[in-house]
């Protein structure tokens, strides 16, 4: 699958790789503002908070667009695969749908996932016909095991629900998408654009943030469609970014950008790096690969490695600031151009410089 691709899950065909819930916001009419603002194309929504025994009554369901967005109909509140099993049946009873995002959570207080249940319950419903998608703790193994009795997906939680502690359970969720052969979403604990970031980059293929969004202070997100981001994830480096500038800077003193590539610094390092070069720099300065730091950080722009994002998805989340791309031969550095980029040249060091 490349960055270019629709994110296909149990067949159907998703341009946006951002899911939304539909909780928490603090009215129907902040809801569907978010909804419309996320450029999103699927909603889950929660069954147990509707009146299913009553379908004339009005729920949630009557003020968002079923001809714009698909519906994942969620069994949050479910304590036992048995009461997900029947909330699932009850809800494609109504003629909702047969794709359903499951979740069992006996825990009250931290709201993990229930392992045993949820795999029991996951059977009862393939065999029944559903589409699973399964929340679930961030296990390879128990994710090996859903995928093996025909999910559709899997989708692990970076952290606790609600929680916005961002991704704390990474070396696990890269193992289970190195693993997995269907769609990877991860689920839970977003707080920041940055984690939803962190997510692609290390190779999910979509996020679902509910609590983030629904509670901001301005519940529309800037969480456009940031498809697969082809960034390497090395190990973190000691680096004294503002000084090897500067020295890079007297060094080259005709130089007119400064690129910084610092692939092993984890986000939030990367972020204040950035903004300290940004803030002490002499010359604009473009950030390799990470337009979610180009933002926080105020850079003048983006410098993308040939296989990554479109320049087209890049000006989306930059605007009018700088795309530049490294190119590794004549006819890469044309197509390039032809985008709207400027072409470099391959390989550049940590700190990088255009003269």
Known sequence: MTHTDPLV????????????????????????????????????????????????????????????????????????????????????????SDWVKLEVIPDPRYLFPDPEETLKAARVLVDEGFQVLPYINADPVLARKLEEIGTVTVMPLGSPIGSGQGIQTMEQIRIIIEEARVPVVVDAGIGVPSDAALAMELGADAVLVNTAIALA???????????????????????????????????????????????????????????????????????????????????????????????????????????????HSLESAKAAEAEGARAGAAGYAAIGLFE
């Not at 090897?244 to 950008?257: F, K, N, Q, V, Y």
Request: with cysteine; net charge positive; glycine share 6%.
């Open 9 to 96: 899950v149990a067949g159907v065909e998703l341009r946006s790789r951002l899911f939304i819930g539909t909780g928490k916001y603090p009215t129907e009419e902040s809801m569907v503002a978010a909804l419309e603002a996320s450029g999103c194309e699927l909603v889950t929504v929660a069954l147990r908070r509707l009146d299913l025994d009553d379908p004339k009554k009005k729920t949630i369901l009557d003020v968002i667009d079923w001809k714009r967005y698909r519906i994942l109909p969620n069994t949050a509140g479910c304590r036992t695969a048995d009461e997900a099993i029947r909330i699932a049946r009850l809800a494609r009873s109504m003629g909702l």
């Open 217 to 327: 202070s301005d519940p529309q997100p800037e969480l456009p469609d940031r498809r697969r981001v082809a960034t390497e994830l090395a190990r973190p480096v000691a680096m004294a970014i503002v000084s090897s500038a500067e020295a890079g800077l007297r060094a080259a003193p005709r130089a007119t950008i400064l690129q910084l590539r610092a692939p092993g610094l984890h986000t939030v390092d990367l972020e204040r790096e950035a903004s300290a070069l940004v803030g002490s720099s002499t010359v604009p300065v473009v950030i390799s690969s990470r337009c979610d730091v180009v933002l926080a950080c105020g850079a003048a722009g983006v410098n993308l490695p040939e296989r990554d994002i479109s320049t087209r998805d890049a000006r989306t989340l930059v605007g009018e600031r700088l795309v530049g791309r490294s190119v």
